[in-house]
């Protein structure tokens, strides 16, 4: 098969992960795209590193049944307790969210005061403030959990006064420590930028790592010599463990746009 032809694998926990895909869609629309997303399993914000790792490498065996040329891990959950693991068990190219979303923040960052916010499991790996530090550890690093944005923003209420109000219990104590760099650090939370910035004022700067995990696969691919030549139609297709009505209906507020056929599977 011709590399440049060989789709781009993206997995994430469910149905968030599409964030990812709107950006690779965006930046490198040549690019084919087999996504999975283990909407039986979701949510793996609330379990453990062994099971999080578990159902990773299961993931990344789907995908590579496409001959995938490098898989993205949408899911900072995912990204934050099982990239070693999967990288010390497949030859692919394997890149995760954490990496980009902490050196965007190092660059943004003028006070060197960074929130970070996520999924339990996301904050409890202290993966985000570890990469910072990797890269300039004289900045502090302000984490937070926020378990119920992900279903605030599944429901589709991204705006309204129930959402300003858990916004404003979970980033209060972030504003009071005068941070002036949020990182998003879950694949839900860019639909929710607007109540974010009504919280915590127009001038703290959000990350969002999709756009910067985006980045990162071009410089992979090109590093390989896989980019696509666009001389191919893209194709999109989309797998899901569950079934697919609930991910067609919202998926497009993910995405940008409508979901085209959603295909259920098991992941083993
Ligand atoms: N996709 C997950 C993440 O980015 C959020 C949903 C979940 O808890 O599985 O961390």
């Given at each position: 098969?011709?590399?440049?032809?060989?789709?781009?694998?993206?997995?994430?926990?469910?149905?968030?992960?599409?964030?990812?895909?709107?950006?690779?869609?965006?930046?490198?629309?040549?690019?084919?795209?087999?996504?999975?997303?283990?909407?039986?399993?979701?949510?793996?914000?609330?379990?453990?590193?062994?099971?999080?790792?578990?159902?990773?490498?299961?993931?990344?065996?789907?995908?590579?049944?496409?001959?995938?040329?490098?898989?993205?891990?949408?899911?900072?959950?995912?990204?934050?307790?099982?990239?070693?693991?999967?990288?010390?068990?497949?030859?692919?190219?394997?890149?995760?969210?954490?990496?980009?979303?902490?050196?965007?923040?190092?660059?943004?960052?003028?006070?060197?005061?960074?929130?970070?916010?996520?999924?339990?499991?996301?904050?409890?790996?202290?993966?985000?403030?570890?990469?910072?530090?990797?890269?300039?550890?004289?900045?502090?690093?302000?984490?937070?959990?926020?378990?119920?944005?992900?279903?605030?923003?599944?429901?589709?209420?991204?705006?309204?006064?129930?959402?300003?109000?858990?916004?404003?219990?979970?980033?209060?104590?972030?504003?009071?420590?005068?941070?002036?760099?949020?990182?998003?650090?879950?694949?839900?939370y860019p639909l929710i930028s607007s109540t974010i910035h009504k919280v915590l004022g127009p001038e703290v700067v959000l990350v969002d790592s999709a756009q910067q995990t985006v980045t990162e696969v071009r410089g992979v691919l090109m590093g390989t010599d896989a980019l696509s030549n666009g001389n191919t139609r893209p194709r999109y297709r989309f797998f899901?463990?569950?079934?697919?009505?609930?991910?067609?209906?919202?998926?497009?507020?993910?995405?940008?746009?409508?979901?085209?056929?959603?295909?259920?599977?098991?992941?083993?």
């Open positions: 098969m011709n590399g440049t032809r060989q789709p781009i694998g993206v997995f994430d926990s469910g149905i968030g992960g599409l964030t990812v895909v709107k950006a690779l869609v965006e930046e490198l629309p040549s690019e084919s795209i087999v996504y999975f997303g283990d909407t039986a399993r979701v949510p793996y914000g609330t379990k453990s590193k062994s099971t999080i790792v578990k159902f990773s490498l299961e993931n990344v065996e789907f995908l590579l049944r496409f001959g995938v040329k490098c898989i993205v891990i949408a899911c900072n959950t995912s990204s934050s307790w099982a990239l070693p693991t999967l990288r010390k068990y497949f030859k692919v190219p394997i890149i995760g969210v954490i990496r980009p979303g902490a050196l965007a923040a190092v660059r943004a960052t003028r006070n060197k005061r960074v929130g970070v916010i996520g999924t339990t499991a996301t904050i409890r790996s202290g993966a985000y403030e570890t990469a910072i530090h990797r890269v300039d550890p004289r900045i502090k690093v302000f984490s937070q959990h926020c378990p119920l944005f992900v279903p605030l923003v599944e429901e589709g209420w991204l705006n309204g006064s129930v959402c300003l109000e858990v916004a404003e219990r979970y980033l209060h104590p972030l504003k009071r420590e005068r941070i002036d760099t949020l990182i998003l650090g879950c694949t839900h899901v463990t569950d079934e697919p009505s609930h991910f067609n209906r919202i998926g497009h507020r993910f995405l940008g746009q409508v979901v085209g056929s959603v295909e259920r599977v098991n992941p083993v």
